[in-house]
C-alpha cells in the first residue's frame, strides 16, 4: 500500500505491505512487518552497509561506487550472508542509511531478527526480511542523532548489556595455537601487579574444534589454569567455539546426530577455517542443545572460566533443515540462550562472528570487525574481511553506533617492536580507537616488552581519557584530536615498515 508520511519535515512516499499507517515514535516512525520501500529522493547518496555478523564488512560507499561486499564465495560463507548476497546492488544486514547532499541521514531499521535485509539504489531504500515479523524504524536527521535512535529501540525490544570486561590480555596475537600450559603459566606470573582484568586464553588448548576438553599441552587440566589466573588477581576468559564442528572432530565421528544437515541430509558446511570446511550443530534438537549445556556447563561452572570469548557464532545462522521449523537467527537465539543460562547472568560473554540483533540481550560484547594483525595492509588481498589492522579499524568505526546496546571490541592493540610491522601511526590508531571503544585488549607478553614499551602499555591502560566525538571519524581524547579519515580512506599510501 502506498503511503505519504512526514519525516523531519519532509514528505516521504512509502510502499508498505498491509493497511497499517506509519505510528510516530521517539526519533521517527514505526513502520510495519513485512517489505518496506521508501522513496528516497536523494540521487547518487552515500550508502551505509551493515553486514550479517560482527566480521562482515561495514562502511559508507557512494551508491555510484561498486558495492562494498566480500568477493570470495568461500570467505562470504564464514563472514557474511551467502544467501542475499548481490555483486550488483548495494545491499546491508538489518539496518542501512542514506546520506545526501545535505548531510541528513535517512536511516531504515530492522527492530527483530528474522534475516533482516535492505538494498538501496539512486530511488530507493527496500527492506524486507525471511520470516517478515519483525517491524521497522525509519529515521531522518543527523548521523549520530538517528543511530541513537535506533539503538533505543532496538534496547527496548531486544535489551542489552551495561557490563564492562576491563583491561584483557589475550594469548592469541602472541602464540595463535601454539598455546602450553608451561608457558601460559609464566605469563600469567608476569601479569601479576599489571593493570589487566582478564586473561583469556585463546585457541589451542581444546583437543579439537567441538572436542571441548583440553590436550596434551594442558596437562594439568583448565580448572588448574583458572585457578592460577585467579589467584593472580585476574579473571579466567577462555575461547571456545561452542555451535562448531571440525570434521576431524571425535564428536562428528561419533555425535552425527547433533549436526544441521540440508535436504539430502549432508552435513552443512557453515564456514572455512583450520584447512577445511567447518559444520554447525543443529540448535533446534534436543541432543545439541543438551550438548551445548553440558559444554558450557563444563567450562565455566566446573573449571571457573567466567569470561567466554564466544567464536564463530555467526555459524548458527548458516541454512539447512533443522530439526525445527524455525527462523535461522530465532535458531542462532535459541542456542545463544543456551550459552548464557548455563553461563550465568554474571559472566562476560564476548560474540566474535555474531549477528547484531538475535545477539542483543544475551551477550556483553562483540568484536566489531575481522581479526587485527601486526600489519596495515597487504598487497595480495583486497578483502574487506581479512585479518588486517585497517579492516579492524574501519570495521569498528563504522559500528560505534551499537556501544549503547553492547561493549564494541575493536581487537587488541601492540606495544611490542617483536614481529610487528604497524608503524607508530598506525599503533597509536589502534589504540585510540580502543579508547574511544573503552574496550582494551592486549596480546603482547610481558617478557616479549623492553622497557620502554612495558612502561608505555602499562601507563596506557591505566589511564581513562575523556572522549567526544566530533565527527563521523574525528574524536578528541583528552582534548587531543584523532582523525581516523586517512586510516579509512582507500587510497591511503601503503606502508610496510621493516624493522
Known amino acids: 500500500m502506498a503511503q505519504l508520511a512526514d519525516l523531519g519535515g519532509r514528505a516521504l512516499a512509502l510502499e508498505l505491505e498491509g493497511d497499517s499507517p506509519p505510528q510516530v515514535v521517539d526519533g521517527g516512525l514505526l513502520l510495519p512487518p513485512g517489505r518496506v520501500a521508501v522513496l528516497h529522493g536523494l540521487?547518487?547518496?552515500?550508502?551505509?552497509?551493515?553486514?550479517?555478523?560482527?566480521?562482515?564488512?561495514?562502511?559508507?560507499?557512494?551508491?555510484?561506487?561498486?558495492?562494498?561486499?566480500?568477493?570470495?564465495a568461500e570467505r562470504?560463507?564464514?563472514?557474511?550472508?551467502?544467501?542475499?548476497?548481490?555483486?550488483?546492488?548495494?545491499?546491508?544486514?538489518?539496518?542501512?542509511?542514506?546520506?545526501?547532499?545535505?548531510?541528513?541521514?535517512?536511516?531504515?531499521?530492522?527492530?527483530?531478527?528474522?534475516?533482516?535485509?535492505?538494498?538501496?539504489?539512486?530511488?530507493?531504500?527496500?527492506?524486507?526480511?525471511?520470516?517478515?515479523?519483525?517491524?521497522?524504524?525509519?529515521?531522518?536527521?543527523?548521523?549520530?542523532?538517528?543511530?541513537?535512535?535506533y539503538t533505543r529501540h532496538l534496547a527496548a525490544r531486544l535489551g542489552h548489556s551495561d557490563k564492562?570486561?576491563?583491561?584483557?590480555?589475550?594469548?592469541?596475537?602472541?602464540?595463535?595455537?601454539?598455546?602450553?600450559?608451561?608457558?601460559?603459566?609464566?605469563?600469567?606470573?608476569?601479569?601479576?601487579?599489571?593493570?589487566?582484568?582478564?586473561?583469556?586464553v585463546d585457541d589451542g588448548w581444546e583437543q579439537?574444534?567441538?572436542?571441548?576438553?583440553?590436550?596434551?599441552?594442558?596437562?594439568?587440566?583448565?580448572?588448574?589454569?583458572?585457578?592460577?589466573?585467579?589467584?593472580?588477581?585476574?579473571?579466567?576468559?577462555?575461547?571456545?567455539?561452542?555451535?562448531?564442528?571440525?570434521?576431524?572432530?571425535?564428536?562428528?565421528?561419533?555425535?552425527?546426530?547433533?549436526?544441521?544437515?540440508?535436504?539430502?541430509?549432508?552435513?552443512?558446511?557453515?564456514g572455512h577455517n583450520w584447512g577445511t570446511g567447518y559444520w554447525t550443530l543443529d540448535l533446534t534438537t534436543t541432543a545439541a542443545q543438551e550438548h551445548l549445556r553440558e559444554t558450557v556447563r563444563r567450562v565455566s561452572r566446573q573449571w571457573g572460566f567466567t569470561y567466554l570469548k564466544l567464536d564463530f557464532i555467526g555459524a548458527g545462522t548458516v541454512p539447512g533443515a533443522r530439526a525445527e521449523e524455525i527462523g535461522r537467527e530465532q535458531a542462532y537465539r535459541l542456542g545463544l540462550r543456551i550459552v548464557r543460562e548455563e553461563?550465568?547472568?554474571?559472566?562476560?560473554?564476548?560474540?566474535?562472528?555474531?549477528?547484531?540483533?538475535?545477539?542483543?540481550?544475551?551477550?556483553?560484547?562483540?568484536?566489531?570487525?575481522?581479526?587485527?594483525?601486526?600489519?596495515?595492509?597487504?598487497?595480495?588481498?583486497?578483502?574487506?574481511?581479512?585479518?588486517?589492522?585497517?579492516?579492524?579499524?574501519?570495521?569498528?568505526?563504522?559500528?560505534?553506533?551499537?556501544?549503547?546496546?553492547?561493549?564494541?571490541d575493536p581487537d587488541v592493540v601492540y606495544f611490542r617492536s617483536r614481529l610487528n610491522l604497524l608503524t607508530e601511526e598506525q599503533q597509536q590508531w589502534l589504540r585510540d580507537l580502543a579508547d574511544i571503544c573503552g574496550f582494551r585488549a592486549v596480546s603482547d607478553p610481558p617478557g616479549w616488552l623492553h622497557p620502554d614499551e612495558l612502561e608505555d602499555m602499562t601507563a596506557y591502560l591505566a589511564a581513562r581519557p575523556e572522549v567526544h566525538r566530533l565527527s563521523r571519524y574525528r574524536f578528541t581524547l583528552d582534548g587531543r584530536e584523532v582523525d581516523f579519515a586517512p586510516a579509512v580512506d582507500p587510497g591511503t599510501e601503503q606502508r610496510y615498515p621493516i624493522a
Not at 550479517?52 to 561486499?69: E, I, K, V, Y
Not at 567455539?241 to 552443512?268: C, K, M, N, W, Y
Request: charged share 20%.
Open 343 to 408: 553461563a550465568g547472568p554474571d559472566a562476560y560473554l564476548l560474540g566474535s562472528g555474531a549477528p547484531l540483533l538475535p545477539s542483543l540481550g544475551l551477550i556483553d560484547g562483540i568484536r566489531s570487525g575481522p581479526d587485527v594483525a601486526p600489519l596495515w595492509e597487504h598487497y595480495a588481498t583486497e578483502d574487506p574481511s581479512d585479518a588486517l589492522a585497517r579492516n579492524a579499524v574501519v570495521n569498528t568505526l563504522h559500528r560505534l553506533w551499537q556501544s549503547p546496546l553492547l561493549e564494541v
Open 76 to 149: 562470504r560463507l564464514t563472514a557474511d550472508d551467502t544467501v542475499w548476497d548481490d555483486p550488483a546492488r548495494h545491499h546491508s544486514s538489518a539496518v542501512a542509511a542514506l546520506q545526501g547532499a545535505d548531510g541528513q541521514v535517512l536511516l531504515l531499521g530492522a527492530l527483530g531478527p528474522d534475516i533482516p535485509r535492505l538494498s538501496a539504489d539512486r530511488d530507493t531504500l527496500t527492506g524486507w526480511s525471511e520470516g517478515g515479523e519483525a517491524p521497522w524504524f525509519l529515521a531522518l536527521g543527523g548521523e549520530q542523532e538517528v543511530f541513537a535512535a
Open 164 to 200: 564492562r570486561a576491563g583491561n584483557v590480555w589475550c594469548s592469541w596475537y602472541a602464540y595463535y595455537e601454539n598455546i602450553t600450559e608451561q608457558q601460559l603459566t609464566k605469563d600469567i606470573t608476569a601479569l601479576r601487579g599489571l593493570p589487566f582484568d582478564v586473561v583469556q
Open 43 to 72: 540521487g547518487d547518496a552515500l550508502f551505509y552497509r551493515h553486514g550479517h555478523n560482527s566480521w562482515s564488512p561495514c562502511g559508507w560507499r557512494r551508491l555510484s561506487d561498486a558495492p562494498l561486499r566480500i568477493a570470495s
Open 208 to 270: 579439537a574444534v567441538g572436542d571441548w576438553e583440553p590436550n596434551a599441552k594442558f596437562p594439568s587440566g583448565m580448572k588448574a589454569l583458572a585457578d592460577r589466573i585467579t589467584d593472580a588477581g585476574l579473571r579466567p576468559g577462555l575461547w571456545i567455539a561452542p555451535f562448531i564442528v571440525h570434521p576431524r572432530s571425535r564428536t562428528a565421528r561419533q555425535r552425527p546426530e547433533l549436526l544441521l544437515r540440508d535436504d539430502r541430509g549432508e552435513p552443512v558446511v557453515a
